[in-house]
C-alpha cells in the first residue's frame, strides 16, 4: 500500500505542475520511474525491458557517459577536458571517491526532515545530513542500459555508503538536448515511485580543462530540476533547485568535484569529493 507522504508528495505536484505528454511535446521529460515505494536497482532492469534491452552485470569499466564527446555542440569540445577529468566520465566505476559535506544551518532542518521522512525509506536522493556519514567514503556501481540493437541509452549509477551499505542515489546518466538548445546537456533522472526527480545540467569547459555543470534558473524547458508524475495523468513541475558541479585537478594532480547544491538561490549544502583511480 502506497505510504501517505507518498501519496501526499504526489498530489502536490500534480496540483503545482502542468499537464505534459511524455510521448509528445515534453518527451524531452521521458525518463525511468520506480514501480515500488523503495527505489533500491530494480528500476534499472526495468528501464532495459522499456528499451526492448536485456539488462547485463554491472561493468567495471563503466562510463556515465560512452564518450565526452556526446556533449560537443557550440561551446563545448570534449577534447579540451583534461584527460582525468575525461576518464572519470568515460570510466566512472574505476574511480573510488571520498566525500565531504557541509549543510547550511538555514536549510540542515529541512534536510534532515526529508532524509528521516524520505530518503532513507524510499533508498533515493538521501543526501548525507552530518559529516561522519561520510567519513569512510561511497562505493558505486555502474551498470549501461542499451536498447535492442545494444545502443547506449544511459548509464545507471548507483552510489551507497561505504560504512553502512545504504543505498544514497541511483539515477540514470545521459546526454540529452532540451528543445531549442544549442547544444546537449547533461541529463540525470532518478526514478522515484510513479514518477522521478530530473536535473538538466548545462555543461561548460574551463580555462585548465575543468568541467562546469549547471542547473541555472529559467523557465519551464530549460536547463534546470523537474518533478514529473505518473499518476492520473502525466504532470511536470519546475522546481527552485539549482546545482553547481566543478570537476577539476588540483595543484598535486588530485582529481577533485565541488558541489554546490542551492533552493532559490541560497547555498543549502555543499559536497566535496576526492576521486582516485582503481587499477
Known amino acids: 500500500m ?38 533500491g536497482t530494480d528500476w534499472i532492469g526495468t528501464e532495459a525491458a522499456r528499451h526492448g534491452g536485456v539488462l547485463g552485470e554491472a561493468d567495471p569499466d563503466a562510463g556515465l557517459l560512452p564518450s565526452m564527446s556526446v556533449l560537443d555542440g557550440p561551446g563545448f569540445a570534449a577534447d579540451r577536458l583534461n584527460p582525468l577529468v575525461r576518464d572519470f566520465y568515460e570510466h566512472t566505476a574505476r574511480w573510488r571517491m571520498d566525500v565531504w559535506s557541509g549543510w547550511s544551518p538555514v536549510f540542515w532542518p529541512a534536510g534532515e526532515l526529508i532524509s528521516r521522512l524520505w530518503g532513507r525509506r524510499v533508498e533515493q536522493l538521501a543526501l548525507p545530513m552530518r559529516p561522519l556519514d561520510v567519513a569512510h567514503g561511497m562505493d558505486s556501481h555502474v551498470t549501461p542500459v542499451r536498447n535492442r540493437d545494444g545502443l547506449h541509452v544511459a548509464s545507471a549509477w548507483t552510489r551507497t555508503l561505504r560504512a553502512s551499505g545504504r543505498t544514497v542515489f541511483s539515477g540514470a546518466y545521459s546526454a540529452r538536448t532540451l528543445p531549442g538548445a544549442a547544444g546537449p546537456s547533461v541529463h540525470v533522472a532518478f526514478p522515484l515511485e510513479s514518477g522521478n526527480l530530473q536535473v538538466f545540467l548545462r555543461p561548460s569547459i574551463t580555462p585548465d580543462g575543468g568541467l562546469l555543470l549547471q542547473s541555472p534558473r529559467g523557465r519551464f524547458g530549460d536547463d534546470g530540476a523537474y518533478v514529473v508524475v505518473r499518476e492520473a495523468g502525466e504532470h511536470a513541475a519546475r522546481v527552485p533547485l539549482h546545482e553547481t558541479f566543478h570537476v577539476f585537478v588540483d595543484p598535486d594532480g588530485v582529481l577533485r568535484t565541488d558541489h554546490e547544491l542551492r533552493m532559490w538561490g541560497v547555498s543549502a549544502l555543499r559536497l566535496h569529493y576526492r576521486l582516485e583511480r582503481e587499477s
Open 2 to 39: 502506497p505510504h501517505v507522504l507518498d501519496l501526499g508528495s504526489r498530489s502536490f505536484w500534480r496540483l503545482t505542475g502542468r499537464r505534459v505528454d511524455l510521448d509528445g511535446a515534453e518527451r524531452w521529460l521521458d525518463a525511468p520511474v520506480s514501480s515500488s515505494a523503495r527505489v
